[in-house]
């Protein structure tokens, strides 16, 4: 079936930090992969997104590209500052399909 | 600019009662899932729904719990006979059409609390 595997957290930085969230995926065919952003209390709120292999997702200096070699979709920040404090999700819709399947979500806290 | 409204936005119920969550997808969307995350879990899949019409609910329980998404009025997630295991927040979203590259958008959920 499709899975998604995410770094395990919680990940504790300081502020200007370089970011990295590793995101591994499992599906047949091209998925669509995106990043969510979960802030306390709070629904998801897409972060950025690709939709074909090499593909570049940016939004607010994250990026994550889309690389079918490895079935990963890595989100990377150079530098972080503490409003990033949040959960991050890893998801993919599987080709021909609409629901989203989820990784366990990352905690990122940034320290001043 | 509405986005995606769900309420309540906190519900607490008694075993045995049921509970009623409501959903309003964003203008000019007729695309609505439901999702259910645990504490400290990501979410899951639970319903995909089209006006009037169930398209999968492969992530639904297979009792107590229901979907819908009338002609006219919010979609609906009822859940009869709570049981503790049914705390939960539960999130609803929407999208314009239902390929796989177009991005859903989430409300802020309804945290459902068990007596």
């Known amino acids: 079936g499709n899975s998604v595997t995410q770094m395990e957290g919680p990940v504790t930085l300081s502020e200007e930090a370089f970011l990295t969230i590793n995101c591994t995926y499992t599906?047949?065919?091209?998925?669509?992969l995106f990043w969510y952003v979960q802030y306390p209390g709070e629904g998801l709120q897409l972060l950025l997104k690709?939709?074909?292999?090499?593909d570049k997702g940016s939004n607010k200096g994250f990026e994550a590209t889309y690389r079918k070699e490895t079935t990963s979709f890595h989100l990377e920040k150079g530098s972080v500052q503490v409003s990033d404090s949040a959960v991050y999700f890893c998801a993919l819709t599987a080709q021909g399909a609409q629901k989203l399947v989820f990784g366990q979500g990352t905690r990122l806290t940034i320290n001043p | 600019n509405a986005g995606v409204m769900q309420n309540p936005r906190h519900l607490v119920r008694r075993r045995g009662q049921e509970a009623r969550l409501r959903c309003s997808p964003m203008k000019g969307h007729s695309h609505v899932y439901w999702y259910r995350q645990l504490p400290e879990e990501g979410l899951k899949f639970m319903v995909y729904?089209?006006?009037?019409?169930?398209?999968?609910e492969s992530g639904m329980p297979k009792e107590r719990f229901s979907a819908e998404f009338p002609k006219e009025g919010p979609s609906i997630l009822r859940i009869q006979q709570v049981v503790r295991g049914d705390s939960a927040a539960y999130f609803c979203?929407?999208?314009?059409?239902?390929?796989?590259?177009?991005?859903?958008?989430f409300g802020d959920g309804t945290r459902l609390s068990i007596l």
């Open positions: 979203a929407s999208s314009p059409s239902g390929t796989n590259n177009q991005p859903q958008h």
């Open positions: 729904l089209q006006k009037e019409n169930i398209i999968d």
């Open positions: 599906a047949t065919g091209y998925p669509s």
């Open positions: 690709a939709t074909k292999a090499d």
